[in-house]
């Protein structure tokens, strides 16, 4: 980025430079050339400048974007769900109205809040789905089926 400002200041310098020159010249064929070639060179200039706006703008809202998540990012507590299921959860008093929620570690390092998705526990266990990486996790223990056995007297149970 410092390398294109300087580039164009260059440039400018540059076309400063020829356009001083051309008070200089007498002859009207050779002037004429020299004004052509300083109005294409300013076009280029301008073109460059433009671009260096724009990728600056695009810049400004990168950083913008980083400094949001950061703010937001300390917002959460990394927790493990047994059996090692990692997440970042909302710390309690950051929490506010929001609803207790869980954000996949995986998007969180890349920067992106995706909330996990649970479903209700079955037998003691909780699916975890993300929705923007596709991760897919469980938490709890299994409880074990419960039969429903009568007793057999020849087997002896």
């Known amino acids: 980025m410092v ?9 400018f310098t540059q076309l400063f430079n020829t356009a001083r020159g051309l008070s200089d ?3 009207t064929t050779v002037r004429d050339r020299a004004v052509l070639t300083l109005q294409r060179e300013i076009l280029d ?11 600056l703008g695009d810049l400004e809202k990168e950083v913008a974007g980083f400094h ?3 703010a937001e990012k ?3 507590q990394l927790e493990e769900l047994p059996p090692g ?7 309690d008093a950051d929490r506010g109205s929001e609803p207790d929620h869980k954000l996949c570690a995986n998007c969180y390092q890349k920067g992106i809040k995706s909330i996990l998705q649970r479903s209700a526990p079955l037998r003691g266990e909780t699916n975890w789905r993300c929705h923007s990486c ?7 223990f299994s409880e074990p089926l419960k039969l429903n056995r ?8």
Do not use: M
Request: net charge positive; no cysteine.
């Open 150 to 157: 009568r007793p057999h007297p020849e087997r002896g149970w």
């Open 25 to 27: 010249i007498h002859d």
């Open 74 to 76: 300390l917002r959460y």
């Open 45 to 55: 200039a301008q073109s460059q400048q433009s671009a260096l706006i724009q990728r």
């Open 68 to 70: 949001r998540w950061e």
């Open 134 to 140: 596709g991760f897919k996790g469980t938490s709890g």
């Open 85 to 91: 299921l990692f997440v970042y959860g909302i710390k």
């Open 3 to 11: 390398v294109e400002a300087v580039t164009g200041l260059q440039i």
